[in-house]
């Protein structure tokens, strides 16, 4: 089992609403965790760090928050916009060992 | 444009053959990655180098070698290739020498083995 998984797997909104995707996590402690935004046929691009202290960031329509009571982050997707089809990818940072670990991603997909 | 480039975009070869991916980045940046992406779209950390020096080697097989000419290029080279090697590779770069910075991604190599 992923030690980051995302969900839903996939997502279908219409354009100008809200949305919301989950990342629960098991890796602990983590130094910080981050959001990407991955465009179809394009590499991933950062949206959104926050050291497991902070509960939460926002990067203009988008608002990430951590819960590290219950292990979840979530991005949260305001007045969604056709632009927003994307990928998202939570990606966790764990001090010890240095490594990243990917969540497989929420496909989301904004229909006019 | 400052970005991270990688050529080719797409590579179409059969089973056994060698090929190589190449990846610049003109950000001035000290450390290139190399990633695979899966079918099922996970992300995995192949290698790292810093400054030209290799980093980080997860577990992949040795018929991937990663080579860096000077900190602003670095290839992967992959010999004898496998139905199970067809994926995205991504390359990224970072300003620092830590993973946790944040990268920078390339377009990615579309790598289909037959």
């Known amino acids: 089992k992923n030690q980051v998984e995302q969900s839903p797997q996939s997502l279908i909104i219409l354009e100008g609403k809200n949305c919301t995707l989950q990342c629960n996590y098991t890796v602990s402690p983590f130094s910080n965790l981050r959001w990407y935004k991955q465009d179809t046929g394009r590499g991933p691009v950062s949206l959104t760090i926050m050291t497991f202290s902070e509960n939460t960031k926002s990067n203009g329509r988008y608002t990430a928050t951590l819960d590290a009571d219950t292990k979840q982050s979530s991005l949260h997707i305001t007045a969604s916009q056709l632009s927003d089809s994307a990928s998202y990818i939570c990606?966790?940072?764990?001090?010890?060992?240095?490594?990243?670990?990917f969540g497989g991603g929420t496909r989301v997909l904004v229909k006019p | 444009d400052t970005a991270v480039s990688q050529t080719p975009k797409y590579l179409v070869t059969q089973m056994g053959n060698d090929k190589s991916i190449k990846c610049e980045q003109n950000?001035?940046?000290?450390?290139m990655y190399w990633y695979k992406q899966d079918s099922k779209k996970f992300l995995k950390i192949m290698f790292s180098?810093?400054?030209?020096?290799?980093?980080i080697n997860e577990t992949v097989p040795n018929r991937f070698s990663p080579k860096s000419p000077d900190k602003a290029h670095l290839n992967l080279h992959i010999n004898s290739l496998e139905l199970g090697d067809s994926a995205v590779y991504f390359c990224?770069?970072?300003?620092?020498?830590?993973?946790?910075?944040?990268?920078?991604f390339g377009p990615g190599t579309r790598l289909l083995v037959l």
């Open positions: 990224a770069s970072s300003q620092g020498g830590t993973i946790q910075e944040t990268q920078y």
């Open positions: 950000l001035g940046h000290d450390t």
């Open positions: 990606v966790l940072h764990k001090a010890a060992g240095n490594k990243l670990t």
């Open positions: 180098y810093n400054n030209k020096e290799l980093i």
